[in-house]
């Protein structure tokens, strides 16, 4: 079983700093891709950031450049923070890993979702 809990969101003011966390617990393979996606009330959920375990990050057009995903393989967790915030930022935040595990199965996982709201 695998839990991801996350944590960081709130409310902050437009152009303001947030830092969202996501701790992954259980049998989690270790060649895996954690991401942030985000679901704002009427609209489908979006990715907004993805680091796999052995590279390179990849970001929504939306983001670049004023967020960042981070990870922790040691401690198997993902980080985004997200500066220079905007009003349009609002939504709930999830977190998500999934992977293929060593018998070829599709695998993925999500946390219980974060709140972030930007006030302007």
């Known amino acids: 079983q695998v839990q991801l809990v996350e944590s960081g969101g709130g409310l902050v003011q437009a152009g303001g700093s947030l830092r969202l966390s996501c701790a992954a617990s259980g049998s989690i393979f270790s060649r895996n891709v954690m991401a942030w996606y985000r679901q704002a009330p009427g609209k489908q959920r979006e990715l907004v950031a993805a680091?796999?375990?052995?590279?390179?990050?990849n970001y929504a057009d939306s983001v670049k450049g004023r967020f960042t995903i981070s990870r922790d393989n040691a401690k198997n967790t993902v980080y985004l923070q997200m500066n220079s915030l905007k009003p349009e930022d609002t939504a709930v935040y999830y977190c998500?890993?999934?992977?293929?595990?060593?018998?070829?199965?599709?695998?993925?996982?999500w946390g219980q979702g974060t709140q972030v709201t930007v006030s302007s």
């Open positions: 680091v796999p375990s052995w590279g390179s990050t």
């Open positions: 998500n890993a999934d992977w293929v595990d060593a018998t070829g199965t599709y695998r993925a996982y």
